[in-house]
């Protein structure tokens, strides 16, 4: 059995058009090892995200995270949804993160905050499918018991939670988990841009 990351992606996947191959060949397994990461490879995930774009260069992202075997690791488990707890155990990390939703230099509403944290989730994500490494985000979690977790002031709101760790083969997963374990296709563009006005079937 391959590692998922080993998967051939283009099995799965056609890009309509001539795009960088990293975009497509990311993609958010479960399978994972158990196997810690490094210090210096969990920082480079977190320098990929640092250079992600922002509104006035605010940089709203904050990813608050724990390594398994430390006592951090139970707290943020708690914080998982039972299905998710069924894979996410064998998670090097589990992070949770944060947007920032006032601008840091004069403390007014930042409306792109969530974008521009997700910009950064991304960014990790690539570097993360560059290091054979699994990064999985997570909406399955208790968003309030996050926030009373890390004593967050309303300047702060919960994005969402991340699994990331070594790839494992497909097996470690339940058999229904297992079968679903490839990358999913996408919407075609027709579906997805329009020019002018939006349809109204879309509203």
Not at 18 to 34: F, H, K, N, Q
Not at 128 to 138: F, I, K
């Amino acid at each position: 059995m391959r590692h998922v990351l080993q998967k051939e992606v283009d099995d799965f996947r056609s890009p309509e058009h001539d795009i960088l191959s990293v975009l497509y060949e990311r993609w958010s397994p479960r399978a994972m090892s158990g196997e810690g990461l490094r210090d210096g490879e969990l920082k480079r995930l977190f320098e990929a995200a640092r250079w992600a774009p922002s509104s006035y260069n605010g940089q709203p992202w904050r990813f608050v995270h724990a390594r398994r075997d430390t006592p951090y690791w139970r707290e943020f488990f708690a914080l998982l949804g039972d299905f998710n707890r069924t894979w996410a155990e064998e998670a090097a990390v589990l992070v949770v993160l944060l947007s920032r939703k006032t601008f840091e230099h004069n403390d007014r509403p930042a409306r792109t905050h969530s974008l521009d944290t997700g910009a950064a989730l991304q960014n990790l994500a690539l570097q993360g499918r560059a290091m054979n490494v699994v990064v999985r985000a997570m909406g399955g979690c208790d968003y309030g018991a996050a926030a009373d977790l890390l004593d967050l002031s309303d300047d702060y709101s919960v994005e969402a939670m991340i699994a990331i760790g070594r790839p494992a083969e497909t097996s470690v997963l339940d058999d229904e988990l297992e079968e679903r374990e490839e990358p999913s296709g996408r919407k075609p563009i027709r579906e997805l841009a329009f020019e002018g006005r939006l349809p109204r079937s879309e509203h």
